[in-house]
């Protein structure tokens, strides 16, 4: 899952970037208003956690014209603005949930994992299963004829971003931007070195899926 914080607090941010990534998820991580809502309008999150009060522009403007633009992210609102009528306000704006400062991590995890089922390209159980591959996202590992091979998490993600669209070709650039982050100075070939990790790992011989390379555009996770 990526996520969008958009946080100005730098500590803050900072904190709550490393709990979120010790937990297997992507983050992006935006200090200003402007950026965050930049980042956000890129629609490639599939979660946003929001302070309201930010540099630049404000929470709730910004969730304001991204629901204007039919961005249907969920969005969670972090803020010290804690009376009826801000969570009111907030909720009316376009919010999904409303998380009031100081709180405790293990509730924003939960948070997170509950606004993550109910995005309609999300799917609620972590396990995805093709033919005889077995892929555990929580823990990073692949299951197949009885064996267990550890990937390594941007190898991971890789693999569910494909099997999530299986049957579908997936373009690079969007590869690039869920896996790797949207401000990524990752080059393009870092798509196919991992592509080929993917592939020796799954042991494809042995197993009637593939990783299509369509030439150009992007890959396709496919099952025979």
């Known amino acids: ?86 969570r009111v306000d907030g909720l009316d704006c376009g919010a999904d949930d409303y998380l009031v400062k100081p709180f405790s991590t293990d509730e924003l995890l939960a948070r997170v994992r509950a606004l993550g089922r109910r995005h309609p390209d999300q799917v609620e159980t972590s396990t995805l299963k093709a033919s005889s591959i077995e892929l555990d996202t929580m823990n990073c590992e692949i299951i197949s004829q009885g064996r267990t091979t550890k990937l390594t998490l941007k190898e991971s993600q890789l693999l569910e971003l494909l099997m999530r669209n299986k049957g579908k070709v997936v373009p690079r650039e969007q590869i690039l931007n869920k896996v790797w982050g949207f401000d990524s100075d990752v080059d393009m070939n870092n798509i196919e070195i991992y592509i080929c990790y993917l592939r020796k790992k799954l042991d494809l011989k042995n197993t009637n899926i593939r990783i299509e390379t369509i030439r150009g555009i992007g890959y396709s996770f496919k099952e025979d």
Not at 1 to 27: C, H, P, Q, T, W
Not at 31 to 52: C, F, H, K, P, W
């Open 1 to 86: 899952m990526r996520i969008l914080l958009v946080e100005d607090e730098k500590r803050l941010s900072d904190a709550l970037g490393y709990i979120l990534k010790k937990n297997n998820y992507s983050v992006d991580i935006a200090n200003d208003g402007i950026t965050g809502q930049y980042m956000a309008e890129s629609n490639i999150y599939d979660v946003i956690i929001l302070d309201r009060m930010l540099p630049g522009k404000d929470g709730l403007s910004i969730l304001r014209e991204l629901r204007t633009q039919y961005i249907k992210t969920p969005v969670l609102f972090l803020t010290a603005k804690d009376s009826i009528q801000d």
